[in-house]
């Protein structure tokens, strides 16, 4: 089961307080889920994307901080996405200290520093971080870093999805390109862009 909620006019600025009273309203009823289903062993996931928008709000920190310490114990996890750690204010470290894994996708040096301070890195981390590569329409690589387990990894994304999730004004103007040549909708571009795609990539026949 998937519930998105887009907080959309809320994330802007002046909005801080009607931020602050929904994420806490839909964490509260999260939070009443996990308490009634923590029996059946199965997770809870609350995903946060662009969460300095969240981090940055003084009523919403010490909140999830305590809402996480609390989730543990009842299979609700709270993950936090963001491409901008330089937003995140010395008052988030109570929060951030918590996290257990740590994702780092194609980390420029600056943004390993700014990892580092949060998260105490050894110079081997740091380089192992640095050495992830990405390649535009092929494969992205990151570091994953837990108590347990310190690894590079790639993922090779299905055409589709690259097709599907291209924000770039240049893919934009690709997908139109398509739809007015061949006089169809935006998602039936993105499949015959997906096509040409797995054919560049050897994966169908020319």
Not at 66 to 87: H, P, S, V
């Amino acid at each position: 089961d998937v519930t998105i909620v887009d907080l959309a006019h809320y994330a802007r600025d002046g909005y801080e307080a009607h931020l602050a009273l929904a994420v806490i309203s839909l964490t509260n009823i999260i939070i009443t889920l996990a308490e009634r289903d923590q029996y059946k062993g199965r997770p809870i996931i609350q995903a946060i994307d662009e969460c300095h928008i969240v981090t940055i709000n003084p009523l919403l920190s010490p909140y999830l901080v305590k809402a996480g310490k609390m989730g543990r114990k009842l299979f609700y996890w709270i993950w936090l996405a963001t491409q901008n750690l330089e937003d995140f204010p010395d008052a988030s470290q109570k929060l951030l200290n918590m996290i257990e894994w740590w994702l780092c996708l194609v980390t420029p040096p600056d943004e390993i520093e700014q990892i580092a301070r949060f998260k105490a890195l050894s110079p081997e981390q740091k380089t192992l971080i640095g050495s992830a590569a990405k390649a535009r329409g092929r494969y992205t690589e990151g570091v994953v870093l837990a108590d347990r387990i310190e690894a590079l990894f790639r993922i090779v994304p299905p055409s589709l999805y690259l097709s599907l999730a291209g924000t770039e004004g240049e893919e934009k103007q690709e997908r139109k390109r398509v739809m007015d040549e061949h006089q169809c909708s935006e998602l039936d571009a993105a499949i015959r862009i997906a096509e040409e795609m797995d054919r560049k990539r050897g994966l169908i026949g020319h």
